[in-house]
């Protein structure tokens, strides 16, 4: 059975620490993660999407309440992430409009590897 999104990234976070801002998390992406083989083969990458799903899921055990993407605001990936990459992050979250505004920063390897602003709202899958 081939794990979805979700599962394999919720298989890479490692760390979540809540901070007066809103927290600091861990991802960590091992080689034999089934998105690798199509993403891309003789070069894997970590997609842009875990990143934002690695946020997510932090937010939530956070809150502790079950969100829902509803906006990205703005995503910047600005270093590649291979298998066995380490990804620290800290997201800033602010309650807005019903939802959560939510911006975090991404490194790999004491550089900068992603800005994101993102939009969840409270929901069941």
């Given at each position: ?38 993403h891309f083969p003789g070069a894997p990458l ?80």
């Open positions: 059975m081939e794990l979805t999104l979700r599962e394999q990234v919720a298989a890479s976070l490692k760390a979540v620490e809540p901070t007066p801002q809103g927290l600091q998390g861990l991802l960590v992406f091992a080689a034999d993660l089934p998105v690798f083989a199509g970590v997609p842009g999407v875990f990143l934002i799903e690695g946020v997510r899921l932090a937010v939530e055990r956070v809150l502790g309440v079950e969100l829902l993407l509803d906006v990205v605001v703005d995503a910047r990936f600005t270093a590649p992430i291979g298998p066995e990459g380490r990804v620290a992050f800290d997201a800033s979250i602010t309650e807005e409009d019903g939802g959560w505004s939510v911006r975090a920063h991404c490194e790999h390897m004491e550089t900068s590897a992603a800005k994101l602003r993102l939009c969840f709202r409270a929901g069941a899958r």
